[in-house]
């Protein structure tokens, strides 16, 4: 394709090519096995690198043809939606301009027919294209639109480029769709977070016709609310109980600013939600570090990368559904250790002081070795066994747990006190029934209790070994129990996927063994018969249907309820873009508690939001997290 353009009726393809390969900064470059990559750009750059290229242009070779003095690039800005470059070419000074569709074509005044002729953009042709650019992101497509500008013939060149970005009279070139396919994994991965009780909020910088079409089919957008950037900063400013009202109905913000991602994070938190927000740009790092939890992606800007708390590696979404698995499983495993942990640490408690004013004799019928032999294992085996419970999908069937919520929940502590109380209650019946149960007719000559009035014998050396061997067991039936949190009534479900706590489980068996039938003097035991082991596995399994009756108890776990007000006009008017300062000055208002919030998170793991970070959700159910998905 020549790169000689004939100024006033154009080559429109020549002139096509010239705006992709002149105002870009990506480069073509290929790998150690020939591949060809591109750096120095965006995906939307890269996107029109390829439609360059298809129509048999080389656009590094053709941008090169214009020496570097003679080439100006202001970058893409934020704020005004756009990136220009200035060349001087033939003597001219030609702007070119690309950018959000809609912004760019309203500071255009002429347009370019299909012959190349200038023709003046009246308000009928402006209608038309604004017609295709919302037919165009309908389908889902990002829209972007190609101006450029000329010096007039005989107009003085500047020697040296305007500082600012020039603000010339644009002509429309072309309106360009650009259409990223959705990963097949991100629908299922957003329908996996809402059914979390996470709530999916879209923030773009795309048209608002594009970002609904893209949201619907990500799942994202279930008709709730959507709006643009400056509607929102409106609300915001002036009417902020109506932002308060709309705010959990909010699904999708476009034509967002950097400070619109950080007011939102900011309300969001200062609602008590807890906010991840996923970005990769250098506009997000504010509203990264500002969230609970920031993901960056790993192709992102080292300034996001920085300013966030986890890199997604391989830059998907779905890899968030992954991390908020594996959150819910660290915190619940936590969790089961220390209900099963507090359970035996109770009933240890209550046995010493209890048992020792039930007894004849007012010895408690634990012996201090073997306290200390059920604290060594109890405490080491048990972590390990639960504490490496493998990540269930399970975990996303559930609401999330509300930040303010205790660690020991209502339902844990049913677990604690109910399984407490039947292990004393057992434990004081074999104290003093035990000899009659087991049949304990001879004593040892070391047994200096004797002989009850039917002949059995009542604490001696077997008997106070079949108390400790069955609490024991009753610990290591317990931890069983301790796998479920919630109401899942089978202690069995999902063996399976721990190989580790099944090991551990016989290995603490074992050192039980060991204990009782060798360790005998160390550990003040004796061995055991066949049948009394039978006796203490079969009362030590009485602990499976007791934990089936705790959770039967109707105890629900406290949650705060963030309902959105009713009656609320939902229809958003059209308002003038508020002052920036003025704007700043909300965000810095609105995000007090919120810092204050993050400062506590940052000083202390224990207060450290649940990782699983719950933020796609319906509107009008129970929130207690969000997440902000920037684009």
Same mark, same amino acid.
């Given at each position: 394709?020549?790169?000689?353009?004939?100024?006033?009726?154009?080559?429109?393809?020549?002139?096509?090519?010239?705006?992709?390969?002149?105002?870009?900064?990506?480069?073509?470059?290929?790998?150690?096995?020939?591949?060809?990559?591109?750096?120095?750009?965006?995906?939307? &750059?890269?996107?029109?690198?390829?439609?360059?290229?298809?129509?048999?242009?080389?656009?590094?070779?053709?941008?090169?043809?214009?020496?570097?003095?003679?080439?100006?690039?202001?970058?893409?800005?934020?704020?005004?939606?756009?990136?220009?470059?200035?060349?001087?070419?033939?003597?001219?000074?030609?702007?070119?301009?690309?950018?959000?569709?809609?912004?760019?074509?309203?500071?255009?005044?002429? $347009? !370019?027919?299909?012959?190349?002729?200038?023709?003046?953009?009246?308000?009928?042709?402006?209608?038309?294209?604004?017609?295709?650019?919302?037919?165009?992101?309908?389908?889902?497509?990002?829209?972007?639109?190609?101006?450029?500008? &000329?010096?007039?013939?005989?107009?003085?060149?500047?020697?040296?480029?305007?500082?600012? &970005?020039?603000?010339?009279?644009?002509?429309?070139?072309?309106?360009?769709?650009?259409?990223?396919?959705?990963?097949?994994?991100?629908?299922?991965?957003?329908?996996?977070?809402?059914?979390?009780?996470?709530?999916?909020?879209? $923030?773009?910088?795309?048209?608002?016709?594009?970002?609904?079409?893209?949201?619907?089919?990500?799942?994202?957008?279930?008709?709730?609310?959507?709006? *643009?950037?400056?509607?929102?900063? *409106?609300?915001?400013?002036?009417?902020?109980?109506?932002?308060?009202?709309?705010?959990?109905?909010?699904?999708?913000?476009?034509?967002?600013?950097? %400070? =619109?991602?950080?007011?939102?994070?900011?309300?969001?938190?200062?609602?008590?939600?807890?906010?991840?927000?996923?970005? /990769?740009?250098?506009?997000?790092?504010?509203?990264?570090?500002?969230?609970?939890?920031?993901?960056?992606?790993?192709?992102? %800007?080292?300034?996001?990368?920085?300013?966030? =708390?986890?890199?997604?590696?391989?830059?998907?979404?779905?890899?968030? $559904?992954?991390?908020?698995?594996?959150?819910?499983?660290?915190?619940?495993?936590?969790?089961?250790?220390?209900?099963?942990?507090?359970?035996?640490?109770?009933?240890?408690?209550?046995?010493?002081?209890?048992?020792?004013?039930?007894?004849?004799?007012?010895?408690?019928?634990?012996?201090?070795?073997?306290?200390?032999?059920?604290?060594?294992?109890?405490?080491?085996?048990?972590?390990?066994?639960?504490?490496? *419970?493998?990540?269930?999908?399970?975990? !996303?069937?559930?609401?999330?747990?509300?930040?303010?919520?205790?660690?020991?929940?209502?339902?844990?502590?049913?677990?604690?006190?109910?399984?407490?109380?039947?292990?004393?209650? $057992?434990?004081?019946?074999?104290?003093?029934?035990?000899?009659?149960?087991?049949?304990?007719?001879?004593?040892?000559? /070391?047994?200096?209790?004797?002989?009850? /009035?039917?002949?059995?014998?009542?604490?001696?050396?077997?008997?106070?070994?079949?108390?400790?061997?069955?609490?024991?067991?009753?610990?290591?039936?317990?931890?069983?129990?301790?796998?479920?949190?919630?109401? *899942?009534?089978?202690?069995?479900?999902?063996?399976?996927?721990?190989?580790?706590?099944?090991?551990?489980?016989?290995? %603490?068996?074992?050192?039980?063994?060991?204990?009782? &039938?060798?360790?005998?003097?160390?550990?003040?035991?004796?061995?055991?018969?066949?049948?009394?082991? !039978?006796?203490?596995?079969?009362?030590?399994?009485?602990?499976?249907?007791?934990?089936?009756?705790?959770?039967?108890?109707?105890?629900?776990?406290?949650?705060?309820?963030?309902?959105?007000?009713?009656?609320?006009?939902?229809?958003?008017?059209?308002?003038?873009?508020?002052? %920036?300062?003025?704007?700043?000055?909300?965000?810095?208002?609105?995000? /007090?508690?919120?810092?204050?919030?993050?400062?506590?998170?940052?000083?202390?793991?224990?207060?450290?939001?649940?990782?699983?970070?719950?933020?796609?959700? =319906?509107?009008?159910?129970?929130?207690?997290?969000?997440?902000?998905?920037?684009?």
């Amino acid at each position: 394709v020549s790169t000689q353009s004939t100024w006033g009726k154009h080559n429109i393809v020549s002139l096509l090519l010239e705006a992709l390969s002149y105002n870009s900064t990506i480069e073509e470059r290929l790998d150690e096995k020939g591949r060809i990559y591109y750096v120095g750009g965006n995906r939307t &750059e890269e996107g029109l690198t390829i439609l360059a290229k298809n129509l048999g242009c080389d656009f590094m070779m053709l941008r090169q043809t214009i020496p570097r003095e003679d080439r100006q690039t202001y970058p893409f800005s934020s704020t005004r939606k756009r990136m220009t470059t200035c060349i001087k070419q033939n003597g001219k000074l030609v702007t070119h301009v690309k950018g959000a569709s809609e912004l760019v074509l309203a500071d255009c005044t002429y $347009v !370019l027919d299909s012959n190349g002729s200038k023709l003046e953009l009246t308000a009928s042709r402006r209608s038309e294209l604004e017609h295709i650019i919302t037919d165009i992101a309908n389908q889902g497509s990002r829209t972007i639109c190609l101006a450029y500008a &000329e010096s007039q013939p005989g107009e003085t060149i500047p020697m040296y480029f305007p500082a600012e &970005e020039p603000q010339p009279i644009l002509t429309c070139l072309a309106i360009l769709g650009l259409q990223d396919p959705i990963r097949e994994e991100v629908p299922i991965a957003v329908s996996k977070c809402q059914g979390a009780g996470i709530c999916v909020r879209m $923030v773009t910088g795309d048209n608002i016709n594009t970002a609904i079409a893209i949201a619907k089919k990500c799942g994202i957008y279930t008709g709730g609310v959507a709006m *643009e950037g400056k509607e929102f900063r *409106e609300l915001a400013e002036k009417n902020p109980e109506r932002f308060s009202a709309i705010l959990p109905r909010l699904q999708v913000l476009a034509r967002s600013s950097p %400070t =619109d991602k950080h007011v939102l994070v900011a309300a969001l938190m200062q609602q008590q939600q807890v906010v991840a927000v996923t970005g /990769d740009g250098t506009n997000d790092a504010p509203a990264l570090k500002l969230a609970d939890v920031g993901f960056a992606m790993n192709s992102g %800007t080292d300034i996001a990368k920085s300013a966030s =708390d986890m890199i997604l590696m391989d830059d998907n979404f779905a890899t968030v $559904v992954k991390a908020t698995i594996w959150g819910r499983t660290v915190n619940d495993n936590v969790r089961k250790f220390l209900q099963f942990q507090l359970t035996v640490n109770v009933v240890g408690v209550l046995l010493t002081f209890i048992g020792s004013a039930v007894s004849s004799d007012n010895i408690s019928p634990l012996k201090a070795v073997q306290l200390l032999w059920l604290n060594l294992i109890m405490d080491t085996m048990a972590a390990l066994a639960l504490a490496t *419970e493998k990540p269930n999908p399970e975990v !996303l069937d559930r609401d999330p747990v509300f930040k303010a919520a205790s660690l020991i929940s209502r339902r844990m502590w049913s677990f604690i006190i109910g399984h407490a109380m039947f292990q004393l209650g $057992v434990v004081i019946a074999l104290m003093n029934m035990a000899h009659r149960w087991f049949q304990l007719d001879a004593c040892n000559s /070391d047994d200096h209790h004797g002989k009850d /009035d039917d002949g059995h014998c009542k604490g001696g050396e077997v008997h106070s070994t079949i108390i400790f061997n069955t609490f024991i067991l009753f610990q290591v039936v317990n931890q069983f129990n301790a796998r479920k949190l919630h109401f *899942e009534l089978n202690p069995f479900g999902g063996l399976q996927r721990s190989p580790m706590f099944l090991l551990i489980t016989l290995i %603490t068996i074992a050192f039980q063994v060991f204990a009782v &039938e060798v360790a005998g003097k160390f550990m003040s035991t004796t061995s055991l018969k066949g049948s009394h082991w !039978l006796g203490c596995i079969l009362i030590a399994l009485i602990e499976l249907p007791v934990g089936v009756l705790v959770k039967l108890i109707p105890i629900k776990d406290w949650h705060p309820t963030l309902e959105p007000k009713e009656n609320v006009d939902l229809q958003v008017r059209p308002l003038v873009i508020g002052d %920036t300062q003025q704007i700043n000055t909300v965000a810095r208002n609105s995000s /007090d508690t919120a810092r204050h919030h993050q400062e506590r998170r940052k000083s202390s793991f224990a207060r450290r939001p649940d990782p699983s970070l719950r933020a796609f959700h =319906d509107p009008g159910r129970r929130q207690s997290t969000t997440s902000v998905t920037t684009t």
